[in-house]
């Protein structure tokens, strides 16, 4: 089983549709949890961290959800430039990070 | 603005060749990594290194080796390159803890092909 599961996609959503994705994580020793985003071709980058309590970034609202070891990322309002694929990531209170295989979310107009 | 460079974007060589990818990093971080990600296998570590000559084997040492002889460059041996080592080559850095904890600020990528 992997450490970290995401459903691959694509979701094809309209512009302003509200889109979400979950992530399902085996350890339960997982300390941080992270969203990334990867454009087509091109690295990486941090979205945002996800606390425990759920945080919000603008349309972007991630939750963690212990219990069922699972992760959740919310756009609101989508745009054609939320056009990506979303990295999942859990830590071990390490430096090193695990991370998911990626959903792909094409928004179109 | 942060910054990590890769020596190259695209690179092709022959089954047997040795391989040298450079990554160097401008933020004085402590920790860099070397993954590699395929389609439907996502992003996997090879090696990782916390400080100046230190190395940790990841997930898929096999076939690689690495050099970390000063804190902002880390390099990627692969000794005798095969198709199977055909992908794309990502190199990261971080801080070792504080305020940005978790943040991987990642290279542009070098996607090698092996012929």
């Known amino acids: 089983r992997k450490e970290v599961e995401q459903d691959p996609g694509p979701f094809n959503v309209p512009e302003g549709a509200t889109v979400a994705f979950n992530c399902t994580y085996s350890n339960s020793a997982s300390q941080s949890f992270f969203w990334y985003r990867q454009d087509c071709r091109k690295e990486p980058k941090l979205l945002m961290s996800v606390y425990s309590s759920g945080n919000e970034d603008g349309r972007f609202t991630a939750q963690l959800n212990r219990a069922s070891q699972y992760i959740s990322l919310l756009i609101r309002d989508s745009k054609l430039s939320d056009s990506a694929t979303y990295l999942c990531v859990v830590n071990y209170n390490t430096d090193k990070l695990i991370f998911g295989t990626g959903t792909r979310l094409q928004v179109f107009p | 603005d942060v910054k990590v460079t890769q020596s190259s974007r695209y690179l092709v060589k022959r089954t047997g060749e040795k391989v040298f990818l450079e990554c160097v990093q401008d933020?004085?971080?402590?920790?860099m990594f070397w993954y590699r990600q395929d389609p439907g296998l996502g992003l996997r570590l090879i090696y990782f290194?916390?400080?100046?000559?230190?190395?940790e084997k990841g997930d898929i040492p096999e076939g690689y080796s690495v050099s970390r002889e000063k804190k902002e460059r880390f390099s990627l041996i692969l000794e005798s390159a095969s198709t199977n080592q055909t992908s794309m080559y990502l190199c990261a850095s971080s801080k070792t803890s504080g305020e940005y904890f978790g943040t991987q600020y990642f290279g542009p990528g070098t996607r090698l092909l092996v012929l």
């Open positions: 290194s916390y400080d100046v000559k230190m190395k």
């Open positions: 933020m004085d971080h402590e920790n």
